[in-house]
């Protein structure tokens, strides 16, 4: 048995928590090594002593000097969980912020409407419309309904073919 072994057995023995079967074995390695034998001596005084040593009463007015420090510290301590708990959340809190933005530009719309090539057409002065007739062709909601608008109310008194109608 190595010496390590036999003072964490000899340290239990004290305590009384030495498995059984294992006393045999430390008697064993006591006898047959010098400095365990010591170690085992040294430990008794030890043990020995604080056994026979009273209590120690505390200083006059320990109760009073103590009581302040440790509602002081009980106080800092909270002050101690709650930093600690902010500096926990700020990335939960900054990961639930990133997921609510991109839901809201995923699910919400743009806003922003693509312009057909016939609309683009329009807003560059290609093809001329009264005003009136341009509000009417925009507020329209459905884009097959704006198509036709725009290609009816551009053909005016001329034909498809570009010549006047009589």
């Not at 047959?32 to 007015?61: D, F, H, I, T, V």
Request: proline share 6%; hydrophobic share 45%.
């Amino acid at each position: 048995m190595r010496c390590k072994k036999a003072e964490r057995w000899l340290l239990r023995s004290f305590d009384g928590v030495l498995p059984a079967g294992r006393g045999e074995d430390l008697a064993e390695h006591l006898r047959q090594c010098p400095s365990c034998r010591r170690l085992e001596n040294e430990y008794r005084a030890m043990l020995g002593l604080l056994k026979s040593r009273e209590g120690a009463e505390p200083l006059p007015y320990f109760w009073e000097r103590l009581s302040p420090k440790l509602q002081e510290e009980k106080k800092a301590f909270v002050w101690v969980l709650w930093g600690k708990w902010c500096l926990r959340s700020v990335p939960v809190f900054l990961l639930l912020v990133f997921l609510f933005a991109a839901a809201a530009f995923l699910i919400l719309p743009s806003g922003r409407e693509e312009m057909t090539q016939s609309e683009a057409l329009l807003m560059q002065n290609g093809i001329s419309l009264s005003e009136p007739a341009t509000a009417f062709l925009f507020q329209e909601a459905k884009l097959e309904n704006r198509q036709m608008r725009l290609l009816f109310g551009t053909m005016g008194e001329n034909g498809p073919s570009g010549r006047s109608i009589p």
